[in-house]
C-alpha cells in the first residue's frame, strides 16, 4: 500500500488543522492505518491509530482529547483532526499502515513522506 499525507502547515496555538492520509495499492491488505511524528532530534512517537476492521482508535497520552482519528466511507483516506494546538506539538507527521495497530514503528510497513506542522504564534 502506498500513503500520502497532507495537510500540514503553519498554525497558531489554540489553532486547529485537519491531515489527510491518502493510500492507493492493496489497501485490503493492512486495516489498521496510524499518524506519527517526530520532532527536529528526537525519535519518532505514535501518536493515533485506527483499525478499520472493527472501527477500534487509539491515542497517545498527550493528544487524547485535541486529536481525533477518522476515515472516510471507502476507508480510502484517514484524517487526523487535531484541535487545540501546541507549540509541542510540532513536527513532522508521518502515517503508517499496519496489519494491526501498534505504538511501535517497527510493526508498521508502508509510511507516508511526512507532512510538516507548525504551531506558532
Known amino acids: 500500500v502506498q500513503l500520502q499525507a497532507s495537510g500540514g502547515g503553519l498554525v497558531q496555538p489554540g489553532g486547529s488543522l485537519r491531515l489527510s492520509c491518502a493510500a492507493s495499492g492493496q489497501t485490503r491488505e493492512m486495516t489498521a492505518i496510524a499518524w506519527f511524528r517526530q520532532a527536529p532530534g528526537k525519535e519518532r512517537i505514535f501518536i493515533s491509530c485506527i483499525s478499520d476492521s472493527d472501527g477500534r482508535a487509539f491515542y497517545e497520552d498527550s493528544v487524547k482529547g485535541r486529536f481525533t482519528i477518522s476515515q472516510n466511507n471507502a476507508k480510502t483516506t484517514t484524517y487526523l483532526q487535531m484541535n487545540s494546538l501546541k507549540p509541542e506539538d510540532t513536527a513532522v507527521y508521518f502515517c503508517?499502515?499496519?496489519?494491526?495497530?501498534?505504538?511501535?514503528?517497527?510493526?508498521?510497513?508502508?509510511w507516508g513522506q511526512g507532512t510538516q506542522v507548525t504551531v506558532s504564534s
Open positions: 503508517a499502515a499496519a496489519y494491526y495497530c501498534s505504538n511501535l514503528t517497527r510493526i508498521y510497513r508502508s
